[in-house]
T-cell receptor, first 114, second 112 residues
Framework: DGGITQSPKYLFRKEGQNVTLSCEQNLNHDAMYWYRQDPGQGLRLIYYSQIVNDFQKGDIAEGYSVSREKKESFPLTVTSAQKNPTAFYLC?????????????FGSGTRLTVV | DAKTTQPPSMDCAEGRAANLPCNHSTISGNEYVYWYRQIHSQGPQYIIHGLKNNETNEMASLIITEDRKSSTLILPHATLRDTAVYYCIVRVDTSGTYKYIFGTGTRLKVLA
């Protein structure tokens, strides 16, 4: 079955360490996105990518980095520069430039800084 | 960018229709309205979307006012499994790149 997979589901990190969250999709979607969600809040856009080897900053990109070397993969690195990294991180994908059926979301990674 | 406004919470009796309102008074002519829902600690799930006309699928109906300044998501026969946070989202087209602007949503509780 086609879908979008995020791993790991739970992640613990010590302060000062970088950590990479995985996102893989087999939907043949061109566009991929990373969102952050804090308790009781909506989703905020971190980074997005429309095509391989290209990505743009979203609304809260500071302290994060991404790469898009393959169409299927869009990993997110939370760096030590991110002041408050504890949150629920969601990856999504979509067909670019088309209305279609919107985004397909992964099941999320819950990151906790200890 | 267009923004959406939704009531923070609503209750609905099981088996009854749930009507979830959304205001998007600054929406532009080419901006779609999407609805998603999120069950606790899961990724949001697509429900329905529309531009001008009312839409219906197996999950819900979407009613968009003629001036497009507001819309209503209708779950015709709510069940306990419909308890979730419902997001009304406007898809913004920024030079060929589509972005969704999420608000805080409506927390729908379906009561037995």
């Amino acid at each position: 079955d086609g879908g979008i997979t995020q791993s790991p589901k739970y992640l613990f990190r010590k302060e000062g360490q970088n950590v990479t969250l995985s996102c893989e999709q087999n939907l043949n979607h061109d566009a991929m996105y990373w969102y952050r969600q804090d308790p009781g809040q909506g989703l905020r856009l971190i980074y997005y990518s429309q095509i391989v080897n290209d990505f743009q900053k979203g609304d809260i990109a500071e302290g994060y980095s991404v790469s898009r070397e393959k169409k299927e993969s869009f990993p997110l690195t939370v760096t030590s520069a991110q002041k408050n990294p504890t949150a629920f991180y969601l990856c999504a994908s979509s067909f670019s430039l088309q209305g279609g059926y919107g985004y397909t979301f992964g099941s999320g990674t819950r990151l906790t800084v200890v | 960018d267009a923004k959406t406004t939704q009531p923070p919470s609503m209750d609905c009796a099981e088996g009854r229709a749930a009507n979830l309102p959304c205001n998007h008074s600054t929406i532009s002519g080419n901006e779609y309205v999407y609805w998603y829902r999120q069950i606790h600690s899961q990724g949001p799930q697509y429900i329905i979307h529309g531009l001008k006309n009312n839409e219906t699928n197996e999950m819900a109906s979407l009613i968009i006012t003629e001036d497009r300044k507001s819309s209503t998501l209708i779950l015709p026969h709510a069940t306990l499994r419909d308890t979730a946070v419902y997001y009304c989202i406007v898809r913004v087209d920024t030079s060929g790149t589509y972005k969704y602007i999420f608000g805080t949503g409506t927390r729908l509780k379906v009561l037995a």
